[in-house]
């Protein structure tokens, strides 16, 4: 039997809870030591006045996407409290496999990117390039990127946002990492807002020097930040698929 490269390796891992996160289970799988620190909770918005009518317009809507697995989570709860029976003609998008996974149970269908699994790659599809006259309705987290909205505005669609949860930077998790630190073989972050939740490598007040420890990111875009905050190695997974970011973190070792 092969050994795997992770075998007794310490991996910290930074990202918010999910209700079966594939990557642990996958690094689990691999004999790797997981030490899992959300330093980030997501706090879903049950109630809203603004959500709720963006909700109950949304057969006024040409198309739907959905940007992350908890906006899919989120969203599809809203929806079926208000639409038992979903409106004909809205067609479905959604950024990532596990969240395209959601969207398809509930909507039994969705178009998704399969190699770039960000906005950008969202916006190669060949259903998105004309939208003259399109309504767009976008799920996600308040706050992010502008890159999807304003690609989509530039061929012609309207663009509104339904902000379904907020992410919390949790203090007392964060200081814990910076111990937490020094004491691990590799970083993996999911996201550049995690990246600058637990800050620049020099002001992080550690026994040890982790200047040298490698970090694992989903995207270039999020390497850029990572190495501006001082940290490095960086080494950047093909996606932030589950199996990517499991096939870069083995390169580490």
């Not at 997981?34 to 706090?43: D, G, S």
């Not at 739907?64 to 004909?88: C, H, R, T």
């Not at 800050?199 to 992080?204: A, L, V």
């Amino acid at each position: 039997m092969k050994v795997s490269s992770l075998m007794d390796k310490s991996v910290l891992v930074v990202r918010p809870l999910r209700r079966q996160d594939e990557f642990l289970l996958l690094l689990d799988e691999g004999s790797a030591r997981v030490i899992h620190t959300p330093i980030m909770t997501i706090e879903p918005i049950l109630e809203s006045q603004q959500v709720k009518q963006k909700i109950l317009a949304f057969d006024q809507f040409d198309i739907a996407i959905f940007v992350s697995v908890n906006a899919a989570e989120i969203g599809i709860k809203w929806l079926d409290q208000y639409w038992p029976m979903l409106p004909l003609g809205v067609e479905y998008f959604a950024i990532g496999g596990q969240t395209a996974q959601l969207v398809v149970d509930y909507t039994q269908t969705v178009n998704y990117p399969t190699d770039q699994i960000t906005s950008e790659g969202l916006l190669t599809s060949p259903k998105l390039k004309n939208l003259e006259n399109k309504s767009v309705i976008i799920f996600r987290g308040g706050r992010g990127r502008e890159t999807l909205k304003q690609g989509l505005i530039s061929r012609g669609a309207t663009v509104e946002y339904c902000d379904l949860y907020r992410r919390v930077v949790d203090q007392k998790q964060v200081e814990v990492t910076h111990q937490q630190l020094t004491e691990v073989d590799c970083l993996v972050v999911h996201s550049a807002e995690l990246l600058e939740a637990i800050g620049p490598i020099s002001e992080i007040r550690c026994d040890n020097n982790i200047n040298d420890l490698p970090v694992v990111v989903p995207s270039n875009r999020v390497a850029e930040t990572a190495k501006r905050l001082g940290y490095g190695p960086v080494i950047v997974a093909d996606s932030a698929m589950p199996e990517s970011m499991y096939a870069a973190l083995q390169k580490v070792f």
